[in-house]
């Protein structure tokens, strides 16, 4: 199914001090796919997220985008990052700028587009996550859905390949997860690639062609969604679905 | 009183240089601290290792012991300078220490995530930090770089002693003409109080303008 990769992990390996967080990661994600990562707090899904635009360095392996290699630090890993969007559990919104400057921000300063160019864009995708009218309001003025939005919105400025989710709706009270959700959703119809680290199992059923379930550094599971949440092979996901299913 | 009448020029002179010194010295100090506090968080080795080796050296060395070593030394390896701007230097590199060590302090009050989300828009290291981080940094260091400052414009009065005219300097001509030295250092106390209230009150403007409401 993945004839097009964009996305390529192979034989990545990375520790913190002790602890063996990524075990010789093998991870493909095609274009226009979108892979959901689930799997117990520790098991290295948010690291695995984070390598992918070089958040986190790697030991060893390899990680391909768009099929050239992950640069090292300078100006030819900026530009390989403005390529693939980020979208963070705390948003991390710039907390200086007003939401239409941070949505403008990179495109003028990395993009080099023009001001008015780059705050015509902005609101266009501040329209389509349901915020225009917030536009010249700080981030502290939003709700932690609204800004989620815009951070989606930030990400989307830079017309990327792909997108990476590091739990996106893991800070936000539950009814505004909904909200973060059907964004995420309409893109993921609209065709953009994306991996997205997330426990929302609904999520992860409706808008996902494959499910990686890791455990312990591992990826246990790689799979279609309905596969894995009626019929998990390992005992490892058997445990972990039935503890989040459960209530 | 007629000690500050009679000497007005001689006093005058003396504020102007110590004004001068500590202008000079604190423009040299913000760029230098600056730059340090760059490179002492940038993502090369070399640089943050030079940024600290910058930082220990000069933040504890006595500043006695610096005009020594730049006034004495460096004419010994054939840089002839200007007394004064010897001191603008000497004062300047070593309150640059204390600037760089504010800004970082100031740097790491700006969450983690701030510089993570500008790198991951594909912002250079320069950009993030002169767009996203600094700008954040600056409202939570402008009481100290004042404090800062304030003890560069003391620290001024060395220079006197190597015979760079500025205000502590002046009480020696005075005494020598046989007026009272305890109005002398009065007046002479009044001096750096100006400069230094002036200080004060510039920076608390800015944190009035720019200091965060959290």
């Known amino acids: ?247 | 009183m007629n000690v500050l009448t009679e000497n007005w020029s001689v006093f005058w002179e003396g504020f102007l240089g110590t004004v001068e010194l500590t202008v000079f010295a604190s423009l040299l100090a913000l760029a230098l601290g600056f730059l340090m506090a760059s490179f002492r968080v940038a993502p090369v080795g070399s640089l943050r290792v030079f940024g600290t080796a910058w930082v220990t050296v000069l933040r504890n060395t006595p500043l006695t012991l610096l005009f020594f070593a730049v006034l004495l030394g460096l004419p010994r390896f054939g840089l002839v300078l200007p007394f004064k701007l010897f001191a603008v230097l000497a004062l300047g590199c070593y309150t640059s220490a204390f600037i760089c060590e504010a800004l970082r302090s100031g740097i790491n009050t700006v969450p983690r995530g701030q510089g993570e989300a500008a790198r991951s828009l594909g912002m250079s290291f320069g950009q993030v930090l002169s767009v996203v981080v600094l700008p954040q940094a600056f409202r939570s260091v402008i009481p100290p770089v004042g404090s800062t400052l304030i003890a560069l414009a003391k620290n001024s009065a060395i220079a006197g002693a190597f015979s760079v005219t500025e205000l502590l300097g002046t009480y020696r001509t005075i005494s020598e003409l046989g007026y009272n030295i305890v109005w002398t250092f009065v007046w002479i106390a009044v001096g750096y109080l100006i400069v230094t209230l002036a200080i004060s009150a510039l920076f608390n403007f800015l944190e009035r303008t720019w200091g965060v409401a959290r």
Request: proline fraction near 4%; include cysteine; hydrophobic fraction near 45%.
């Open chain 1, 1 to 247: 199914m993945t004839v097009d990769p964009l996305i390529e992990l192979r034989g990545v390996n990375k520790h913190f001090g002790e602890l063996h967080v990524l075990r010789d990661i093998d991870l493909t994600v095609g274009r226009g796919e979108v892979v959901v990562v689930i799997g117990p707090s520790g098991s290295g899904k948010s690291t695995l997220c984070r390598t992918v635009n070089r958040l986190e360095t790697v030991e060893s392996g390899t990680i391909l985008i768009d099929g050239t290699p992950l640069p090292a630090e300078g100006r030819a890993l900026a530009r390989l990052r403005a390529e693939v969007g980020m979208v963070f559990q705390s948003f991390n919104l710039f907390a200086h700028k007003t939401v239409l400057q941070n949505v403008s921000l990179a495109q003028v300063k990395v993009r080099g587009r023009k001001r008015d160019e780059a705050d015509r864009r902005s609101r266009e995708l501040l329209a389509r996550v349901g915020l225009a009218a917030q536009a010249d309001k700080y981030p502290a003025q939003l709700s932690g859905g609204q800004q989620q939005r815009v951070a989606i919105a930030r990400a989307l400025a830079m017309d990327p390949k792909a997108l990476l989710f590091d739990e996106p709706t893991s800070a936000l009270d539950p009814e505004m997860i909904n909200e973060v959700l059907e964004v995420m959703r309409q893109l993921a119809r609209d065709g953009m690639t994306m991996v997205v680290v997330t426990h929302e199992m609904g999520f992860a059923r409706s808008a996902a062609n494959r499910v990686v379930f890791m455990a312990d550094g591992t990826v246990v599971e790689d799979r279609s969604p309905e596969e894995f949440f009626t019929a998990p092979r390992s005992e490892r996901a058997k445990d972990f679905l039935s503890k989040i299913l459960k209530h």
